[in-house]
T-cell receptor
Framework: GQQLNQSPQSMFIQEGEDVSMNCTSSSIFNTWLWYKQDPGEGPVLLIALYKAGELTSNGRLTAQFGITRKDSFLNISASIPSDVGIYFCAGQPYAGNNRKLIWGLGTSLAVNP | DGGITQSPKYLFRKEGQNVTLSCEQNLNHDAMYWYRQDPGQGLRLIYYSQIVNDFQKGDIAEGYSVSREKKESFPLTVTSAQKNPTAFYLC??????????????FGPGTRLTVL
């Protein structure tokens, strides 16, 4: 099935640093979702974006729905050890594919205390 | 306390046996989904259901079967026809009424190991 291009694949940073990751698609989406998955657990929804250009924050997390509707980014400010995990983006196509979610392969984040 | 429950958390089966994974939600969501996740991989859709007594195949349905007899429940059976069943299985649900965006919420997952 179709997949999103999510980058970077992995990151290793120092505690306190800011983090940025993004997802791109070849088709137009009307929804972008960002999830975090801890080892052995189900993904937890962090931020949902429903409108092109929308910028939404959730604590230290900020995500934006790209103007072209083909991309989205997630920023984490002042990282802490509990930010460790895998971050997934998911998008809902504007049309076709029965509008099922399309998933990125994830960004694995490691934080050095 | 609303949410999605999956049981058991860990499941072991012998090769050649069918096994059924449970998924229950009390969020009053219409749609439910099953995903498979392998180490270092993203989520791959197995089956989904948008309404009771109806379900559709996802991208990797071969060797799996589902039922949706109740709105709250969407069990997944991993049959002996599934060639590589060892994986982490995730259930999700969403409101998904007509025109709604498909914001999905996940259960804690079941790790199936076939020996």
């Amino acid at each position: 099935g179709q997949q999103l291009n999510q980058s970077p694949q992995s990151m290793f940073i120092q505690e306190g640093e800011d983090v940025s990751m993004n997802c791109t698609s070849s088709s137009i989406f009307n929804t972008w979702l960002w999830y975090k998955q801890d080892p052995g657990e189900g993904p937890v929804l962090l931020i949902a974006l429903y409108k092109a250009g929308e910028l939404t924050s959730n604590g230290r997390l900020t995500a934006q729905f790209g103007i072209t509707r083909k991309d989205s980014f997630l920023n984490i400010s002042a990282s802490i050890p509990s930010d460790v995990g895998i971050y997934f983006c998911a998008g809902q196509p504007y049309a076709g594919n029965n509008r099922k979610l399309i998933w990125g392969l994830g960004t694995s984040l490691a934080v050095n205390p | 306390d609303g949410g999605i429950t999956q049981s058991p958390k860990y499941l072991f089966r012998k090769e050649g046996q069918n096994v059924t994974l449970s998924c229950e939600q009390n969020l009053n969501h219409d749609a439910m989904y099953w995903y498979r996740q392998d180490p270092g991989q993203g989520l791959r859709l197995i089956y989904y259901s948008q309404i009771v007594n109806d379900f559709q195949k996802g991208d990797i349905a071969e060797g799996y079967s589902v039922s949706r007899e109740k709105k709250e429940s969407f069990p997944l059976t991993v049959t002996s026809a599934q060639k590589n069943p060892t994986a982490f299985y995730l259930c999700a649900s969403s409101i998904r009424r007509t025109g709604d965006t498909d914001t999905q919420y996940f259960g804690p997952g079941t790790r199936l190991t076939v020996l």
